[in-house]
């Protein structure tokens, strides 16, 4: 891999893992055109997950303190209650992730088929909540959180975007804008970096030297940057999009990648 290419797919992630438009699937369709293995594009997409996880902590950084500051008072207050929510809708992609992953990838794939195919499922998803007027709620429940969990749970197939599946879930169940986009992105912090540890075991196993053919130090280095660059301004942007509901165009924009990766 070569930096400029590391530099594209690094400002891809950072960008498509906030904005609902599935950085899985971009990331497929970059490996595709830069013909990239999938040893070589396994610990790339590590690398650019940890630099993406980060980016969301640095926008984020108020809440995350505010949870925390919360949580160690230990006692029930609006912190806690954020945390219970986390926790539950962790619970779906646990199973998923710890249970059934491998099950669904390789019954799936990764071709891109799938990717096109979620594409297009993902626009669905985002016009179907742009067009619903569900009554708002003023806060999340467990039981929502639960559902929202499911939601990012089934977006471990290539192409179903996490961000856009779980926002678009929120808003049909009728939760706050306000509160919704801050919850879908501190709520898959736990998981991303879940899978980027369970791709650390197979990269571990197939022995460094094996991982790191095609990538040099350079390469990684440059990738992650973009992804940290790329995901803040991703992050920060999508918040506002949300607040404002004007969703309705990555809807259309899925629908052109997911044809692209169709016929390509």
Known sequence: MEWFEALILGLVQGLTEYLPVSSSGHLAIGAYLFGLNGEENLTFTVVVHIATVLSTCVVLWREI????????????????????????????????????????????????TVVGI????????????????????????????????????IAVLPGLSRSGSTIATGLLLGNKKERLAQFSFLMVIPPILGEALLNVKDIAELGLSTAMAGLSPVALLVGFVAAFVSG????????????RGKLIWFAVYCTVIGVVALFL
């Open 65 to 112: 303190v505010w949870l925390f500051a919360d949580l160690f008072k230990f006692k029930w207050n609006e912190g806690t209650r954020y945390c219970l929510n986390i926790l539950v809708s962790m619970i779906p992609v646990a199973v998923v992730g710890l249970l059934f992953k491998d099950q669904v990838e390789t019954f799936f794939g990764n071709g891109l």
């Open 118 to 153: 979620c594409l297009l499922i993902t626009a669905a998803l985002l016009a179907f909540s742009y067009w619903a007027k569900p009554r708002q709620r003023e806060n999340i429940s467990p039981l929502h959180a639960f559902i929202i969990g499911i939601a990012q749970a």
């Open 232 to 243: 803040c301004l991703a992050c920060h942007w999508m918040i506002e999009l949300v607040k």
